[in-house]
């Protein structure tokens, strides 16, 4: 079984600048999470999706992250325009029960580093 | 507001050695927690998952506990070896119906040969 895949591994970019991250779910995952894990601590979900709609984005800093999950399978998180606070690793993970329940596989993570 | 602790940070050990690592949680309303691996540069591995009304689960050489009463998690590792050596992170999943998991710091965990 193939698991969660994420694009691209690595991105530097210059701050104030825009950037976009790509997450393939595993198959028949309805749940898709987006984590933010900043170097020496824990991740910190940014917006947990069920299907294409949003259960959670309470943590997701809205004036300059956005994200999208279309038509329930891949989704996209943008980050416009990025601070050097944004530097850390973007974790996508997914889980095949619904909104209560269920194991959560991750994905290998984008390195951002905002110089 | 559910916060989770890891005790140690950083712990060093010759291979062989039996160990554990602990995980507290401020509420013990919880769902169920899931023990995870991450080596340097790469994402999470799931390793164990215990729902709330189960005392623990098994893998192999790994043996994980829960104690909802005293917010607390045990990670036991069993003739540890160097392939042992990464980043264990424990995350607790609260009740409500989301499934966001609460992540604590982790412990970096070395076996030296």
């Known amino acids: 079984e193939a698991g969660v895949a994420q694009s691209p591994r690595y991105k530097i970019i210059e701050k104030r600048q825009s950037v976009a991250f790509w997450c393939n779910p595993i198959?028949?995952?309805?749940?898709l999470y987006w984590y933010q894990q900043i170097l020496g601590q824990g991740p910190k979900l940014l917006i947990q999706?069920?299907?294409?709609?949003?259960?959670?984005d309470s943590q997701l800093p809205k004036d300059r992250f956005s994200a999208e999950r279309l038509k329930g399978v891949d989704s996209t998180l943008k980050i416009q325009p990025a601070k050097l606070e944004d530097s850390a690793v973007y974790l996508c993970?997914?889980?095949?029960?619904?909104?209560?329940?269920?194991?959560?596989?991750f994905g290998p993570g984008t390195r951002l580093t905002v110089l | 507001k559910q916060e989770v602790t890891q005790i140690p940070a950083a712990l060093s050990v010759p291979e062989g050695e039996n160990l554990v690592l602990n995980c507290s949680f401020t509420?013990?309303?919880?769902?169920?927690l899931q023990w995870f691996r991450q080596d340097p540069g790469k994402g999470l591995t799931s390793l164990l998952l215990?729902?709330?009304?189960?005392r623990e689960q098994t893998s192999g050489r790994l043996n994980a506990s829960l104690d909802k009463s005293s917010g607390r998690s045990t990670l036991y590792i069993a003739a540890s070896q160097p392939g042992d050596s990464a980043t264990y992170l424990c995350?607790?999943?609260?009740?409500?119906?989301?499934?966001?998991?609460?992540f604590g710091q982790g412990t970096t965990l070395q076996v030296k040969p």
């Open positions: 993970a997914s889980s095949l029960e619904g909104v209560a329940g269920g194991e959560q596989f």
């Open positions: 198959s028949g995952h309805a749940t």
């Open positions: 999706f069920q299907n294409n709609g949003v259960v959670d």
């Open positions: 509420d013990s309303a919880i769902y169920n």
């Open positions: 215990i729902q709330s009304s189960q």
């Open positions: 995350a607790v999943r609260g009740s409500s119906n989301t499934g966001k998991l609460i």
